[in-house]
């Protein structure tokens, strides 16, 4: 029973630091006009990347920390109060203001484009 708990809680975890649902659009506009061949290295290069990456860390991110004389307590605090933040920012709408700001700047100014 504890084991399944453990790893329905890793699974979560990882589905969340994934975020499927978020990456989709990403890749979707990513592989517009691609062949099947190309948009499929594109995910298959991708995952195998992000694995990687998520192996390095889950290996030795503790000792990456503590190189960098950083507890994991203040680490997770850190991630914390950045959440807060973006959400504070998407509760008022700031974050959807700036974005439409600049895109009315790019569209004012022809020369950036």
């Not at 592989?31 to 995952?47: C, F, I, Y």
């Not at 960098?68 to 959807?96: C, P, Q, W, Y």
Request: include cysteine; charge should be positive.
């Amino acid at each position: 029973m504890v084991l399944s708990e453990l790893f329905f809680s890793a699974f979560v975890t990882f589905f969340v630091v994934i975020d499927p649902p978020g990456c989709a659009p990403i890749y979707a506009g990513l592989t517009k006009g691609a062949s099947a061949q190309q948009a499929r290295s594109m995910a298959l290069r991708a995952t195998f990347i992000a694995t990687i990456i998520l192996l390095i860390f889950a290996l030795f991110g503790q000792q990456l920390l503590g190189a960098l004389h950083i507890e994991l307590n203040s680490f997770r605090i850190a991630g914390g109060l950045m959440l807060f933040f973006i959400a504070f920012d998407m509760v008022f709408e700031k974050r959807t203001q700036r974005r439409e700001e600049r895109a009315e700047k790019v569209a004012a100014s022809p020369e950036q484009r």
